[in-house]
């Protein structure tokens, strides 16, 4: 049974993120690392866009291969630098049911990484709140709602973006956390729904 509610649980957390995040290529060939994860499901098809851009400011010259892998790596170490306004990479271990990596990579660069700082609440909330961790959960909702205004992946994520919407992001902010706890409650709903169904007559 824990099996199965752990199962459901990672599939329910994939609903939660209402965030026009990166969709993930689910037929990637089992990454090892955290990097090549995100290398082949969002970092390549930014750094292929990137050095494409790059190319066609510079006359479509043709690269040396030496030169294509430098870029690559130099693009890459660029996504992945925690300093970087991109979110894209915490935004990839969330999408991939990463919870342990990305509360450590929040807990490595919280001490000195002063960009994102609401945005990294905001998914440890997230990995909290998958864990069924409620009260931590809120608590990191709560401090990242004094960024929503500052950054893009919150001002993204409750759709402030938008001159209309801005008016009042910090309450668009609140109304997308009520959505994630209603959704949580909503799925432990189904799981004893199905408790019920499975062993409610052994008992």
């Not at 990479?89 to 490595?108: D, K």
């Not at 992946?153 to 801005?166: H, K, M, N, Q, V």
Request: aromatic share 12%.
């Amino acid at each position: 049974m824990d099996i199965i509610d752990a199962n459901l649980q990672h599939l329910t957390v994939l609903q939660l993120s209402d965030t026009p995040a990166q969709s993930c290529n689910r037929s990637v060939l089992s990454p090892q690392t955290v990097v090549e994860l995100f290398y082949q499901t969002v970092g390549r098809k930014v750094i292929i866009s990137q050095m494409y851009s790059q190319q066609q400011h510079q006359g479509n010259s043709l690269l040396l291969w030496t030169q294509s892998i430098s870029n690559v790596v130099n693009l890459l170490a660029q996504l992945l630098w925690p300093s970087n306004p991109g979110f894209q990479f915490p935004e990839c271990l969330m999408a991939n049911c990463q919870y342990t990596q990305l509360q450590e990579y929040v807990r490595l660069i919280g001490p000195w990484c002063q960009v994102n700082i609401g945005s990294c609440r905001f998914m440890l909330g997230q990995c909290y709140l998958a864990n069924g961790e409620g009260q931590k959960a809120l608590q990191c909702f709560q401090e990242a709602a004094t960024e929503v205004e500052k950054e893009d992946f919150l001002l993204r994520l409750t759709g402030s973006e938008d001159e209309d919407a801005a008016s009042t992001p910090r309450l668009q902010y609140y109304n997308k956390v009520l959505q994630y706890y209603n959704r949580v409650l909503q799925y432990y709903n189904k799981v004893l729904q199905y408790y019920n169904q499975c062993w409610g007559s052994y008992f």
